[in-house]
């Protein structure tokens, strides 16, 4: 599996960006998919995340209710909405991918990775 992140850049506080994750290849059954950020001088951290057959969405509690994850099934796509952007926002964003039972909290159980995406945002 290819997954290819885009949809980074610099944005205003307060305003919104769109992160776009598109997947080629072939997903079998249980596979995970989920977005993680990586502030600069910090761990790489998850974000949100749902099995492909599923539709239960996971949050991290610090970006419920900001942050919505979603797919386009026809275009085999993978978004990240992030509303009300913040400063303390400005990461690289990764989407990945893995054979799982269930959503893994932790990067090290993925093993498919987009390039990553910066989103900086200014004061």
């Known amino acids: 599996v290819q997954l290819q992140a885009s949809g980074g850049g610099l944005v205003q506080a307060g305003g919104s960006r769109r992160l776009s994750c598109a997947v080629s290849g072939r997903i079998g059954t249980n596979y995970i998919m989920a977005w993680f950020r990586q502030p600069p001088g910090k761990e790489r951290e998850f974000v949100a995340g749902f099995r492909w057959d599923s539709n239960y969405t996971h949050y991290a509690d610090s970006v419920k209710g900001q942050f919505t994850m979603s797919r386009d099934n026809a275009k085999n796509t993978v978004y990240l909405q992030i509303d009300s952007l913040e400063p303390e926002d400005t990461a690289v964003y990764y989407c990945?991918?893995?054979?799982?039972?269930?959503?893994?909290?932790?990067?090290?159980?993925?093993?498919?990775w987009g390039q990553g995406t910066l989103v900086t945002v200014s004061s």
């Open positions: 990945a991918g893995g054979q799982q039972l269930c959503v893994q909290f932790h990067h090290q159980f993925y093993t498919d």
